[in-house]
């Protein structure tokens, strides 16, 4: 059988929106949130408005409308929170796709599928309000997550609703409701969702990282920004 990441990559042809309101692919750049990204050192990570300033000069400064990266990278920045930084998880290696831009941006679906599941995950450092599509193709199935949204993506969404590629499915949601985070979305895409429910690692440990790799291939893939 074909590998998950080669099977993903061939799910679309070229760039294909996960934003609303026409952002186009000249509209992206690509932003640097690791430990090694200086820039990040003059910055109050535990500040979600902080950081919304700095994704904004850093918008403008490169002339761009949205910021993307962050997959396989290692963060600093979740050591505000003690979901990730205690003995047990020690989480700090981000295994999904960032995308910046404002909140209350429209969220489209990819490609077709249905709601699987949907969840407030309300923990400091959390999604927040998330929401998990399932997938089928050529009788594979497989799943994307969409993380901190807006408390009203989450009312009178229906489990097994279907979803047409390009639908809007969500807006984003801002730092009070979305995990206090500044405004972005986490995009992920599993093939095995370990029976989760509206919820699934999207920061892991060193020790857990070659099996998250292999589930959750590179969601840029599939975006092809």
Request: with cysteine.
């Amino acid at each position: 059988m074909q590998n998950f990441s080669e099977f993903i990559y061939g799910l679309t042809t070229g760039f294909t929106p996960i934003i609303g309101n026409n952002y186009k692919h000249e509209d992206y750049v690509a932003i640097d949130l690791s430990e090694n990204n200086p820039e990040l050192l003059k910055l109050e990570v535990a500040s979600s408005e902080a950081f919304s300033v700095f994704v904004s000069e850093f918008l403008r400064n490169r002339k761009a409308k949205a910021a993307f990266g962050g997959y396989n990278e290692l963060r600093t920045l979740y050591n505000r929170s003690e979901l990730f930084n205690n003995i047990k998880a020690n989480r700090n290696i981000h295994i999904g796709l960032d995308i910046w831009v404002p909140a209350y941006s429209d969220i489209l679906s990819p490609l077709d599928g249905k709601i699987h599941s949907f969840k407030d995950n309300d923990n400091f450092g959390d999604y927040g309000p998330t929401i998990i599509l399932e997938h089928s193709s050529k009788e594979r199935k497989f799943y994307s997550l969409y993380g901190h949204l807006s408390r009203k993506s989450l009312e009178n969404l229906q489990l097994n609703a279907p979803v047409q590629a390009g639908e809007k499915i969500a807006e984003l949601g801002d730092f009070e409701e979305n995990g206090d985070y500044a405004p972005h979305l986490h995009f992920q895409v599993i093939e095995n969702l370990q029976e989760y429910t509206g919820d699934y690692p999207g920061v892991v440990k060193k020790e857990d990282l070659n099996h998250y790799l292999s589930n959750c291939p590179d969601p840029n893939l599939l975006l092809k920004i």
